[in-house]
């Protein structure tokens, strides 16, 4: 049987991990490689939100959950269109 998730140690780590986030709106496609590493980063960061609130429902991330999930689709998107390659 898994452990149970620590919700609440979740949550604070991704309020953090938010809080340190990329912001996409200063990076520029010109800049290729800054700005594709800024869309996975933020890409990877909603699919963490995902995870945590399928684990954790009562989380205070899944009223933004949604917004999370089209932001992900947005950047994958754009990740794709400049042509990005995942450094992971």
Same mark, same amino acid.
């Given at each position: *049987?898994? =452990? ?11 309020? $953090?991990?938010?809080?340190?986030? =990329? /912001?996409?709106?200063?990076?520029? =496609?010109?800049? &290729?490689? =800054? ?7 933020? *890409?990877?960061?909603?699919? &963490?939100? &995902? ?19 089209? /932001? /992900?689709?947005?950047?994958? &998107? ?6 990005? $390659?995942?450094? /992971?």
């Amino acid at each position: *049987m898994a =452990p149970a998730a620590d919700c609440a140690a979740e949550a604070a780590m991704l309020a $953090k991990e938010q809080s340190e986030l =990329p /912001r996409l709106e200063v990076a520029s =496609p010109a800049d &290729r490689p =800054p700005y594709c590493i800024t869309l996975e980063t933020v *890409m990877a960061f909603a699919g &963490r939100v &995902r995870t945590h609130v399928a684990r954790c429902p009562n989380s205070d991330f899944a009223a933004s959950a949604a917004d999370w999930s089209r /932001r /992900r689709n947005d950047y994958a &998107r754009l990740f794709s269109q400049y042509r990005c $390659k995942r450094t /992971r």
